[in-house]
């Protein structure tokens, strides 16, 4: 083929195939001949059987021309050479091979589709394709949250590995920086210090050493030396005359110290060594500063460029009044004061109708000239409100300042400021008479109706307030006047109607009533003390705006947050108002009765539990609560009374039964209580009547009555440990000690998982058979009840008991293992970790423990025995805070005001805990439920709880 053989021209695409079923069968492309000019690779890039040493490291591959036939013919021995076809052969296949195909086999390979990008170019991504590559897309995330949780583990996993084998260095050395504490100072001082051994900055240099020459050695002794006597000449002279050359040599170093000394002693002066906090007058320092002159150049400087500048500003601007007040200013800072008023006075000429600028002026002149120039101020502009307040304030009486102020008014009568400042001048009748003519001037300003409606009398006030709403009929303060006017003249049933007919008004002018807003106004009547309008803006109010699913939840909020605020009497209309929509709600009507039994008398709180018991006869908790409260008021026959009537409405209710015996027994009604008891037994009380009654025949000294309540409790409630747990104990208390075994293990057979079953059993275990049948015992409890903190601590009590402290030690180390946040537990490590390391064991406890009360009443005694009284007293009040419940803590707390608190601070600590009624802790409880406690109140018992943990204190000193 010779090489001026035209090229051929392209032949026109393929039409698309047919259908698959009209399509021929597959070719055999494995046996068949390939194309023209194919290049295996070549969509995916490569380039024949290009190789690296062909294009060199790091090269990218050129583009390759477009390989049509007639390129094939040019390039035909370079690239034909590798397929065994001669040059320029051509087998009548390439003029439509690429059409058929229905994609160019020289593109590039495409990264999302592969190698068959062009196949389905031209094809519609129809609805079909779209739910198919959504059915995959969840199928990935569902996948991808199915390993998500392995993959977290293993993540966590490798961390955690990492960290263990990199630890930081604060990690490394933490337990030796704990040790340092117990270092002596001797051990201190023998640390060497460490030496400065790098080499930078460090040149070698020749260094010689001369000896040093006797005149500096003398001179040096000399002055070094210290004159203990007065020189012969000097004495002989009546020691008036010391020679120049026997004069001592001053040392400077006492000197300079000296100096430090004197410099202190007045910064003490000027401050306060107790708080630290500066006594200098602020105003008289600031007074200081200004009668400074200036003598810094660089503020000169400033002050010469400032002047330029404002210069330049007065000059090509003279009717800007900002730059005469400011060139004014600079000149007073500067202390040319004489030129800073001839300045504003050229101001004053230049601006006269700028208020600014008098008041400038006004300001920088003498108290002699200073009414002139106001004067000419004003007469400048009449109709400044700012000139006449000031010209009224250089007047030194009343009566001038009135004068002053009227005919400012007769020049400005629409002026409110003006009016109220002269209206603040006049007495009682001038001021009712300047305010008739105020509201004529200024019909529009609510304040001044408001003020004249007070003056008035209540005819005339009523008057005034009925023209005010005539000029104003959009003003809810109006209204909420009129109806303060009412309650302040007794008109009391006038006070609803007045807020309602001006909410009504308010509505038909276009007015939103914001309930938010009505609310602050009914806090603010209650604290100007109308209590009746108050009531009357909750009560029509309160229900705007909000749905009636919502009513409850929002106006109960609604009096939470006002009783929070300190309006009490806004919460108890709040509360009145939601009761007479919700009767039956006996949530409300608890909260209305705290309200009252924290705020209210005790005759408004019986009040409201009657209402609240004829309203919901059923809620047991109303009628126990008004019984309660009868009986603390000391009325018990009222309180029988009352429980009478509950039981007659709530006939099986054994709330009502114990109540009524928890009265009769407190009373020292015994045989009442008893066959109340009784009463309840035989209707089928539960186990808790049962209980009750073998405490009334222990507290009566009936052992066999005790015996046979209890075992038959037990047949009727085997699992209730409680009534095992009281068996147990009067068997032990009567020496039966294999009997009250006997008895524990019974018990632990139908309650396995009951701690205290378990520590009652082990503690009888030492005291009859010793510490190896208790440790016996109890770790057959920790086997199975696991991670009990309560059973650790009785382990290592036991061991401590007896005497073996490494043990001991041993168990709080697995106890802790086990039960890593166990406060009680930790407060324990504290106690019995070396003084020099409770510190470090205090840290770590609060870390680990999350704030727990035990551990912080335990760091409140370190504080304790430091001497550092504050920060006990307020780790004491933290933990009595957290857990106001663990009489240990108050009794704790009472104990530590007794020797370091006053008398106040004492009775304070005895209100909160009577009020916080504490029922748990291994002292209280010991204590609290001793038969002969069984009917002290809680001071007596607190009191008693100190001498308790007064004892067990100095008894953990003597053995410290």
């Known amino acids: 083929m010779s090489g001026n053989t035209p090229t051929p021209t392209p032949t026109p695409p393929a039409p698309l195939p047919p259908p698959p079923a009209a399509r021929p069968a597959r070719y055999d492309f494995l046996n068949s001949k390939p194309p023209p000019n194919y290049v295996a690779g070549l969509g995916r890039g490569a380039t024949g059987f290009t190789t690296r040493s062909d294009i060199g490291p790091a090269r990218a591959a050129p583009d390759l021309p477009d390989r049509s036939a007639s390129a094939a013919a040019a390039a035909g021995p370079a690239v034909g050479r590798g397929r065994g076809k001669p040059t320029g052969e051509d087998d009548g296949d390439d003029d439509g091979g690429d059409e058929e195909k229905g994609y160019d086999e020289n593109q590039k390979f495409d990264e999302f589709e592969g190698n068959d990008a062009g196949l389905f170019s031209n094809a519609d991504y129809d609805d079909d394709d779209r739910e198919a590559d959504a059915v995959w897309e969840s199928i990935d995330q569902r996948m991808d949250l199915r390993r998500k949780d392995r993959r977290e583990a293993r993540l966590k996993q490798e961390i955690e590995k990492y960290r263990a084998s990199n630890p930081k260095i604060t990690e490394q050395f933490a337990d030796l920086k704990r040790k340092l504490a117990d270092l002596s100072a001797q051990e201190w001082e023998s640390i060497p210090e460490i030496g400065d051994y790098s080499l930078r900055n460090k040149k070698k240099r020749f260094e010689s050493f001369v000896p040093v020459p006797d005149t500096l050695l003398e001179k040096a002794r000399q002055e070094q030396e210290h004159v203990t006597a007065l020189d012969p000449k000097s004495r002989a002279a009546g ?34 060594s107790v708080s630290g906090l500066t006594v200098v007058d602020p105003k008289g320092y600031l007074t200081d500063l200004k009668s400074m002159k200036i003598t810094s150049d660089a503020e000169i400087s400033d002050i010469k460029k400032a002047r330029l500048l404002l210069k330049s500003v007065t000059q090509t601007n003279p009717k800007h009044p900002p730059g005469w007040i400011a060139a004014a200013r600079l000149e007073e800072i500067a202390g040319k004061l004489q030129v800073a008023r001839q300045l504003i006075q050229r101001g004053c000429e230049e601006c006269p109708k700028n208020e600014d600028v008098w008041l400038e002026a006004c300001r920088l002149a003498s108290p002699d000239e200073a009414k002139a120039v106001i004067a000419r101020g004003v007469m400048s502009i009449p109709n400044s409100v700012k000139l006449w307040l000031q010209a009224a304030k250089l007047e030194s009486s009343d009566l001038n300042k009135s004068r002053v102020l009227r005919k400012g008014l007769e020049h400005i009568p629409d002026s409110v400021r003006l009016w109220k400042a002269v209206v603040e001048l006049a007495n009682e009748e001038d001021a009712r008479l300047l305010l008739h003519r105020a509201v004529e001037c200024c019909p529009l300003h609510v304040e001044l109706w408001l003020a004249l409606a007070r003056l008035e009398t209540y005819d005339q006030a009523r008057k005034v307030l009925n023209k005010a709403r005539e000029k104003l009929p959009k003003e809810p303060a109006i209204w909420i006047t ?34 938010e807003a009505w609310l602050k106004e009914a806090e603010a ?27 409850k939840r929002t106006w109960v909020a609604d009096a939470e947050e006002c009783k929070k605020r300190g309006s009490i009497e806004t919460a108890r ?75 007659a409405a709530i006939p099986n209710s054994e709330e009502i039964w114990l109540a009524a015996f928890k009265l009769e027994f407190e009373n020292n009604e015994p045989e009442r209580a008893r066959m109340l008891l009784a009463k309840a037994r035989e209707r089928g009380g539960t186990e808790r009547v049962w209980m009750k009654s073998a405490i009334v025949e222990r507290e009566l000294g009936n052992v066999g009555e005790e015996r046979r309540l209890l075992e038959e409790g037990l047949k009727l409630f085997p699992s209730f440990f409680k009534l095992w747990l009281m068996l147990g104990q009067m068997e032990d208390q009567l020496g039966n000690g294999a009997k009250a075994k006997e008895v524990f293990e019974n018990g632990l057979k139908h309650c396995p998982s009951c701690i205290p079953l378990w ?44 005497g073996n402290k490494k043990e001991a030690d041993a168990l709080l180390a697995k106890a802790l293992q086990e039960c890593p946040t166990s406060g009680i537990l930790w407060a324990a490590a504290i106690e019995m970790a070396p003084r020099p390391q409770r510190k470090g064991k205090s840290t770590d406890a609060i870390k680990r423990s999350d704030h727990d009360p035990h551990v912080i009443a335990t760091v409140a005694k370190l504080f304790w025995l430091d001497r550092k009284v504050d920060k006990a007293r307020s780790w004491l009040n933290r933990a009595v805070t957290l857990a106001p419940d663990i009489g240990d803590f108050w009794a704790l707390y009472y104990k530590f005001e007794l020797q370091h608190g006053t008398v106040d601070t004492q009775k304070d600590v005895l209100k909160r805990c009577v009020a916080a009624e504490p029922k748990h802790g291994e002292k209280w409880q010991a204590i609290s439920k001793a038969v002969e406690n069984s009917h002290l ?22 053995g410290a």
């Open 239 to 272: 020691g008036t005359e010391t020679p120049w050359a026997q004069t001592p040599v001053t040392d400077l170093t006492a000197v300079g110290e000296g100096r430090g000394t004197v410099l202190s002693l007045k910064l003490d002066r000027l401050s306060d």
């Open 482 to 515: 009129a109806a303060k006017l009412e309650e302040a003249n007794g008109n009391a049933q006038s006070v609803n109607k007045v807020i309602e007919r001006g909410i009504r008004s308010l509505q038909r002018e276009g007015m939103d009533i914001d309930r």
């Open 525 to 551: 009547a209650e604290r100007a003390g109308s209590v009746l309008t108050c009531q009357a803006i909750v009560k029509n109010t309160i229900g705007i705006g909000v749905d009636d699913e919502d009513r």
């Open 573 to 647: 209309a709040i509360y009145a108002h939601a009761l007479t929509v919700f009767l039956t709600k006996k949530s409300i009507w608890l909260k209305a009765a705290q309200l009252e039994k924290s705020h209210g008398t005790r005759e408004a709180l019986d009040a409201l539990l009657k209402k609240a018991v004829n309203y919901n006869p059923r809620a047991e908790v109303l009628w126990l609560m008004a019984a309660k409260e009868k009986w603390l008021a000391g009325d018990v026959p009222a309180a029988r009374a009352i429980l009478q009537e509950a039981y």
């Open 759 to 802: 520590l009652s059993l082990a503690s009888l275990e030492e005291r009859i058979s010793g510490l190896s049948k208790s440790r016996a015992v109890l770790t057959m409890a920790r086997k199975k009840n696991s991670a009990t903190p309560e059973l650790w601590l009785a382990a290592i009590r036991a061991e401590l008991r007896n």
């Open 937 to 958: 109140p809680v001071e007596a018992l607190l009191k008693k709880a100190v001498v308790v943990v007064a004892v067990e204190e100095n008894a953990n000193s003597a």
